[in-house]
T-cell receptor, first 114, second 111 residues
Framework: NAGVTQTPKFQVLKTGQSMTLQCAQDMNHEYMSWYRQDPGMGLRLIHYSVGAGITDQGEVPNGYNVSRSTTEDFPLRLLSAAPSQTSVYFC?????????????FGPGTRLLVL | KQEVTQIPAALSVPEGENLVLNCSFTDSAIYNLQWFRQDPGKGLTSLLLIQSSQREQTSGRLNASLDKSSGRSTLYIAASQPGDSATYLCAVSPGANNLFFGTGTRLTVIP
């Protein structure tokens, strides 16, 4: 198993540009989520999905869209990038929502918005 | 809103020393607590998960404890090695596997 994969690894955008961060998992996990990591603030939840066709907002959803058309993929879209979205983005997945469920993280995407 | 605090922010120890990392959280209504390791420029690797009904979990040289009523967890690392150098993150889940993270403790083990 490849686990959780993310592309691209690094991206530079200009303010106002749009892009999609890709996330895929091959573990047949129902639950997937996106976090951003900023210095001094820890990781914060952006959006999550409990299964194909179901998404919901996390702590910091503004400026981001998600969809979940398949179990395997959970892309994160930035419609109009802003410098405040400069961050490292991590995708995570787990089999379910139980108390014993460990989350698996991807390697991250570093995004710089100029 | 759940707040997670990790102290200290950074720690340097000589190889072979036993050490304790601390995590505190403000809301005791949690599903579970997880400890992660993050190497520079890398993703997170789950080390231990403690369910809300458990008091501790062990994996090799690692032992994590949970005192839900006081909002505290500790990660004990025995006989530290240079390969243990990394940032250690604590995260609590209020449900649905959404995690609230601390800012981490950066550990350096000196050979």
């Amino acid at each position: 198993n490849a686990g959780v994969t993310q592309t691209p690894k690094f991206q530079v955008l200009k303010t106002g540009q749009s892009m999609t961060l890709q996330c895929a998992q091959d573990m047949n996990h129902e639950y997937m989520s996106w976090y951003r990591q900023d210095p001094g603030m820890g990781l914060r939840l952006i959006h999550y999905s409990v299964g194909a066709g179901i998404t919901d907002q996390g702590e910091v959803p503004n400026g981001y869209n998600v969809s979940r058309s398949t179990t395997e993929d959970f892309p994160l879209r930035l419609l109009s990038a802003a410098p405040s979205q400069t961050s490292v983005y991590f995708c995570a997945s787990s089999y379910g929502q139980g108390k014993e469920e460990t989350q698996y993280f991807g390697p991250g995407t570093r995004l710089l918005v100029l | 809103k759940q707040e997670v605090t990790q102290i200290p922010a950074a720690l340097s120890v000589p190889e072979g020393e036993n050490l304790v990392l601390n995590c505190s959280f403000t809301d005791s209504a949690i599903y579970n607590l997880q400890w992660f390791r993050q190497d520079p420029g890398k993703g997170l690797t789950s080390l231990l998960l403690i369910q809300s009904s458990q008091r501790e979990q062990t994996s090799g040289r690692l032992n994590a404890s949970l005192d839900k009523s006081s909002g505290r967890s500790t990660l004990y690392i025995a006989a530290s090695q240079p390969g243990d150098s990394a940032t250690y993150l604590c995260a609590v889940s209020p449900g649905a596997n959404n995690l609230f993270f601390g800012t981490g403790t950066r550990l350096t083990v000196i050979p």
